[in-house]
């Protein structure tokens, strides 16, 4: 693996240049089309998620496994590990490897013959992403000044929002052409039902992504006024640091992951226009995927807009400053969506939480990538994306299966199970958030650095 070339210790902020702008933003395009792939291959399972249960026969809680665990649990171990190489290594060489490995491991979810052979798959699609996120906002945090950065994460996570609801509407096209077909046999794997197409169809085009990759620059690391700049640093060190600086990042991460428990909404949400108002899957991708893609773009950019209006009004937290209030706009909606007595009130519910989800991710990785030393953005960013990803993939489908299994007890009530979740999860994660605006708006204002 290519290891990028040592840097001079130094506690001062580095003296070499900025990359030109349009080498960046084609980097960020590059990056954009990663994530793109990534949300498609982890989302498409919730797309399919009745038909699979209808042909394997599993009950909601082995289901929300597929939804979430699978995907999470190779993440737990293969995160964090690889994140060390991001911090160390070829961030891009590591990034494409990552791309490969997922697109393949979606691909052959085609195949699965059982419940256990397409958890087994969907664990390596995780084991893939895992490097994405670490590699993507670490090379991103290398491109561009941090008054220009919540703009560069947002152009990025268009390929998340347009991740999500392509899964949807590629998925809809895809089920609209090969639902009519029957099982077909493969000599030596068996049977091929119409939504294990779906996998392969969706999987298999990543590879052009990850050949893509190689062509972007690897943008040499730079570092922050105020910050020490370390080399090899060990996940020990990252986890002393956030430990010593516990009242910054205490309450960002600990929010995230409180408010990750209600995410499981997500992976339900076609379910749940299936159960409650007779939408099926392709009928509810076609209304909500572009409504859930114009929203998000909508809250990215609102997001950018009033992160760049606190930075001119030299408001150092500025993007903190907009995940607050993206997570005050986003409750009510959460909790009326639910309830609504149609389902076209539902959708607009959900939009105004979808913007709020688009919005206030791309200020949290924003503000993360902000304070964090860069010889540890890689680690740090892949346990903010081990919260997100285990509690938020991984855990939150369970917990809302289990509500809807254990106390409600009826499919049909799956509204009520995500109304119970949007109400405990919810206001607790905006609490712990508010915590810690303070200690984030003192610790990036010395990061400003003397010509901050």
Aim: proline letters at 6%; glycine letters at 10%.
């Amino acid at each position: 693996m290519e290891t990028e070339p040592a840097e001079k210790p130094s506690g001062q902020p580095s003296e070499q240049p900025w990359p030109d702008e349009r080498t960046a933003w084609y980097a960020v395009a590059i990056m954009g089309f990663c994530t793109l792939f990534a949300i498609m291959d982890q989302n498409i399972v919730s797309l399919l998620a009745q038909p699979i249960k209808d042909d394997l026969g599993v009950s909601d809680t082995k289901l929300s496994l597929l939804l979430g665990l699978s995907f999470a649990l190779f993440y737990t171990f293969v995160g964090l590990p690889m994140a060390r190489f991001v911090d160390r290594n070829s961030r891009k060489t590591i990034l494409g490897l990552g791309v490969a490995a997922w697109s393949v491991a979606t691909a052959f979810c085609g195949i699965a013959q059982n419940f256990w052979q397409l958890f087994g798959a969907r664990i390596f699609v995780g084991a893939g992403e895992a490097v994405n996120g670490p590699a993507v906002y670490s090379m991103i945090s290398d491109y561009f000044p941090k008054e220009k950065l919540p703009r560069a994460i947002a152009v990025m996570q268009i390929g998340s929002l347009a991740g999500s609801g392509f899964s949807l509407l590629f998925g809809a096209v895809l089920i609209y052409f090969v639902s009519d077909i029957p099982a077909i046999h493969v000599p030596l794997i068996g049977v091929i039902r119409w939504w294990q197409l779906v996998f392969i169809g969706i999987g298999l085009p990543g590879l052009v992504v990850a050949a893509l990759v190689s062509t972007v620059p690897e943008p040499a690391r730079r570092q922050l006024p105020g910050q020490v700049r370390q080399a090899n640093v060990k996940l020990r060190t990252v986890f002393k640091h956030l430990v010593t600086e516990w009242r910054i990042f205490g309450p960002m991460l600990g929010g995230l992951a409180i408010g990750a428990l209600g995410f499981g909404t997500q992976a339900w949400m076609i379910v749940f226009y299936f159960r409650t108002y007779g939408w099926g899957p392709a009928k509810a991708a076609a209304i909500t995927g572009p409504i859930q893609m114009a929203a998000m773009l909508f809250g990215l950019f609102l997001g950018v807009w009033l992160s760049e209006r606190y930075f001119k009004a030299k408001r150092d937290d500025a993007p903190y400053r907009v995940l607050i209030t993206a997570r005050l706009i986003g409750l009510p909606a959460a909790l009326l969506m639910p309830l609504m007595p149609s389902p076209w009130l539902a959708v607009a519910m959900g939009a105004v939480s979808s913007m709020t989800i688009a919005m206030g991710g791309m200020a949290q990785n924003a503000a993360l990538q902000i304070i964090v030393p860069n010889q540890m953005r890689g680690q740090v960013t892949a346990l903010y994306l081990f919260l997100f990803s285990v509690v938020g993939s991984g855990l939150s489908p369970t917990v809302l299966a289990l509500f809807t299994d254990y106390v409600f007890q009826a499919e049909d009530q799956i509204r009520y199970a995500i109304l119970l979740s949007a109400a405990i999860f919810s206001p607790l994660a905006l609490f712990i958030m508010w915590l810690g605006l303070k200690p984030y708006a003192r610790e990036a204002a010395r990061l400003k650095g003397p010509n901050g």
